[in-house]
């Protein structure tokens, strides 16, 4: 199984325009609830009650929101790129710049877990980080990350 099993194309968003932590989640939902046939307003409660919890700003410019839902069918990600950056709560307490939405059914713990070490052992990488933050595009992001995805 690779990231780009659950990245849809729709689910890529290269100039995100939100300027805040609420506005960039509901902005990576909007396309993930269309093709899960979730609510948009139930996904976007879901993740803040998790960032309630603690930041899924872990720094670096690096923002993983996640959560599970009951009524998702699969598992299935988001891609988000801000070019101005913005005020997540970051550990750091820097601008995040590139995010990953994770969204998975109720009873999938062990492949949640699985995908969220997978994408933060890819974002350690400064390299990879640097290339996302310079895509043009969809296709940049998709060649991008299919460079560095590997099997788990």
């Known amino acids: 199984m690779k990231i780009l099993d659950f990245l849809y194309k729709e689910t890529i968003i290269t100039d995100l325009q939100a300027t805040d932590k609420k506005g960039v989640l509901e902005e990576l939902t909007l396309p993930v609830a269309s093709i899960a046939k979730v609510d948009h307003k139930e996904l976007v409660r879901v ?3 998790r960032e309630h919890l603690g930041s899924t700003g872990i720094g670096g410019g690096i923002g993983i ?3 599970k839902l009951k009524d998702l069918f699969s598992l299935i ?3 988000g790129l801000s070019r101005k950056g913005v005020s997540f709560d970051a550990i750091d307490k820097k601008p995040t710049y590139i995010f990953f939405l994770l969204l998975t ?3 999938s713990a062990g492949i949640h877990l699985r995908l969220l070490a997978q994408i933060s052992k890819l974002l350690k990488d400064d390299a990879f980080k640097n290339r996302l933050l ?3 595009g969809t296709e940049d992001v998709i060649r991008t990350i299919e460079e560095m995805d590997e099997e788990f």
């Open 47 to 49: 993740l803040i009650e």
């Open 65 to 67: 929101p996640h959560g």
């Open 77 to 79: 990600l988001g891609f």
């Open 105 to 107: 059914p109720d009873n």
């Open 134 to 136: 310079e895509v043009s």
